[in-house]
Each structure stands twice: as C-alpha cells, then as structure tokens.
C-alpha cells in the first residue's frame, strides 16, 4: 500500500518546491537589479544598461556577436548588462558577486570557445563592451601596399625568411583547399600576402633582396592608407565606408573549431607532404601561418605575459568550418587528428599554444572551483610558459576567491 501513496505524493511535493525555488530566484533577480542601480553613476537609470531574459531586445543582444554556432544553443545568461562608462562595470562586478552570479566579459576579439558568453556554472552575468569602443591614437600616417600570390613551391623559402624580413614588411601565407582544374581534382592553394609600411620602390628592392623567387612587380602592388589595409584584411573593400568596422554584426553564421601551434624549425618537406595531404580531406580547412621575428623576438618573452617571442619562426593557426551541427563530433575529431600530427614539427616542452585561439581541448578548470596549480599547468604553460607562476601569484594575491574565473582562468594558489 505505501508505494501508490509515494506515487501519488511526489508531484504535490515537486510542485510545492518549485514555486518555492522560483520565488527565491525572482526575489535574487529583483535584489540584483536594485543593487545594479544603487552603485550607478553616469546614467539615469539602469533599463538602458541590463537585458532580463524577459527584455525584448535579450535574444538580439545575446546572439548578436555569436559567431560559432556550436554554441548558439548553450546556457543563457541571467542578465546581459551593456555598460557606457567604466563604472558600470564596477557596479556589474559588485552585484555579480554579492549574489553569487559568475560574470563573462565579452568584447570584440576572437572567441573560439565561447568563453565570454557561455558558462557551465549558473547563474551568471553577461558584461557586453559592446558600447566601451572609443578610443584616441596618435600615429604616424603611413601607406600600405598589399600584394598576393600563390605558389607552393615557395613555401619553404618562407620559412626561412619570413621572419628576418624588414621589421616595416609583414608577409603572411593561408594554405586552403581548391580546385586544380575544371575538372574538380583538388589541390592546395598557397597565397601570400604582404602588408608594407614604405614607398613601393623600397618594397620592390627589398623583396627582390629578400625573397627573389616571388617576383614581386609594381603592378602586384596597392598603394593604400594604412586604415584602408585594415579593411582589406578585414575582409571589406577597400573602398568601403570606414563605418563599417564599427559594424558588430556578425560577418558569417557557422560552427568552427580552431587550434594553434608555433613552430621554431622549418617543417621539412615530407612534413608538408603529410599536412596538405590532411588539409585536402576537408575543403572548409584553412592554415593561416603568421611570421614572428622582427619587434617581437625584440622584447623579453618575460617583459608582459604574452611569452611567443624570440625563437619562434611563424605561429599556425588551424580552422575548420562547417554549416550542419549533425557534421560536429566529426569535424572535431579530424581537427584533434590533424593536432596530432603535427607534433613532431611544431614546439616541445611546452607545445606554445596563442591566448587568443582559446582551445579547451588543451584541459579545463574543475566546475567546483578546485583546480591544483598542476592540473591548470596543462594549459597554462602553453598559453604563457614560464610567466604562468607569476600569473598564479598576481591571481591568487588580487582575487585569492577566485571569483573571475572561467574554464581556462588563471587559478588561485591554497590559502
């Protein structure tokens, strides 16, 4: 007999703890947004700044600069609050952390990972910069000449050049899959691009002495402002409105994984065989492989905590896209394959790894807010090497709570 009488009182019992739960999350809600606006400065009132999920414009916001769709569908926000002055975001921190909210803080970079808008750990906040976006510069004016030209041959007279080239030439190489003829056979495209600060004529000398083979003319060149180079690399024309790169709409609606790698040896032939061969298994695959040297490899790799400096030939960075969720775990996996064959020609001890490029697969903080300074080393002597135990003892002395954290977050030494 007691077992229909358990049947028949468990949902009375579940329905009489979820308005209690909700009750208690609305009231944290309104403390929240009564705290937010108790701390305001520079601002009337609080609506202009924070997005409820109830506020018609929360979705628009939220999705607004999700540029990999992997993670369109992940945890939301309790509040996305968008601050104009450096005092909201005083206010968002204080609120966050008197009611247990992890804060995200999203700006205009790359994030790989979703890092600045998804959490495994809710309730949390949102602080968007998306209005935090003037700034004052006062520079030389240059001009900038751009060129491109494909050729796979000249690829390992690159390497070995490419970061010994004039510290005012800059010359990158994206290796992509494309048709080799009309017949849909595929190949692999080298195309290099080269950003100069100088008049043409030195560009020419200094490519003919540098880097004969790519037989650089002047009708190869564009001559262009230094703001008009930013919107060739950006993707726009160059003779678009200057408006558009304050424009954060996303360029592109995809799913994405990306990985990173440096390399400090030129990647022998057979190595290179081997990697176009893998690149070729998926047309949405892209290198862009960026030469060092120059003022980087001038400044200590211990000067600021960004360590890639004197050593380092060029930086890789590895991308797949792909447009259907169903093709995920696959294109995951190939990327994870394609890693692991490159670790014989890329850094050891530790593997480097780029910041910016954030991949988890490189290990994660423990959700308990727990994580040892060796389970955080995985990751952060790849991100930082050497300046990852001064980045613990910064951390561990500034937020010793660890209350800015996230999945890769520098973690706190034991108190």
Not at 21 to 30: D, L
Not at 221 to 248: N, P
Not at 307 to 333: A, S
Not at 375 to 403: C, E
Request: with cysteine; charged share 20%.
């Amino acid at each position: 007999m007691s077992i229909p009488i358990l049947k028949s009182l468990l949902p009375l019992l579940f329905l009489l703890i979820l308005p209690v739960w909700s009750s208690t999350s609305n009231s944290t809600n309104e403390s929240f947004l009564q705290c937010f606006s108790s701390h305001l400065q520079h601002s009337n009132s609080s609506l202009e700044l924070v997005f409820t999920k109830n506020s018609s414009a929360y979705s628009s916001i939220l999705d607004f600069t999700i540029r990999n769709l992997r993670f369109l569908n992940s945890s939301k926000p309790q509040f996305i609050i968008t601050p104009f002055h450096e005092s909201h975001v005083q206010a968002a921190v204080i609120c966050s952390k008197k009611y247990d909210m992890q804060v995200r803080i999203r700006s205009g970079g790359h994030d790989y990972e979703g890092l600045s808008y998804v959490s495994d750990v809710v309730p949390f906040t949102i602080i968007d910069l998306v209005n935090l976006r003037s700034i004052s510069i006062d520079i030389e004016n240059k001009s900038a000449w751009t060129l491109e030209q494909g050729a796979t041959e000249h690829f390992q007279k690159w390497q070995t050049v490419a970061n010994k080239l004039h510290e005012d030439l800059f010359l990158h190489v994206v290796a992509e899959v494309a048709n080799a003829d009309s017949s849909g056979r595929k190949t692999i495209r080298l195309s290099f691009t080269c950003l100069f600060l100088g008049p043409v004529e030195k560009l020419l000398a200094l490519m003919q002495d540098s880097f004969p083979e790519l037989a650089v003319e002047r009708n190869n060149c564009t001559e262009m402002s230094w703001i008009e180079s930013v919107l060739y690399y950006a993707g726009f024309s160059t003779k678009a409105r200057l408006e558009v790169l304050l424009d954060r709409s996303p360029l592109t609606d995809i799913f994405m994984k990306a990985k990173s790698d440096y390399v400090q040896e030129p990647i022998s032939n057979t190595g290179l065989e081997g990697l176009w061969q893998r690149l070729m298994e998926k047309e949405q695959s892209q290198l862009i492989l960026t030469p060092y040297g120059g003022k980087m490899s001038q400044i200590s790799d211990s000067e600021t905590p960004f360590p890639h400096r004197f050593g380092n030939l060029y930086q890789i960075q590895y991308t797949i896209t792909w447009d259907d969720d169903r093709e995920t775990q696959e294109n995951l996996r190939w990327m994870r394959r394609l890693y692991a064959y490159m670790a014989p020609y890329v850094s050891k001890s530790p593997r480097e790894a780029y910041l910016n490029y954030r991949d988890l697969d490189l290990g994660e903080n423990n959700k308990n807010n727990n994580t040892s300074y060796a389970q955080a080393s995985t990751w952060g002597l790849k991100y930082f090497k050497n300046n990852f135990n001064r980045l613990v003892h910064v951390k561990s002395l500034i937020d010793p709570s660890n209350f800015f954290k996230n999945e890769q977050s520098i973690p706190v030494l034991p108190s």
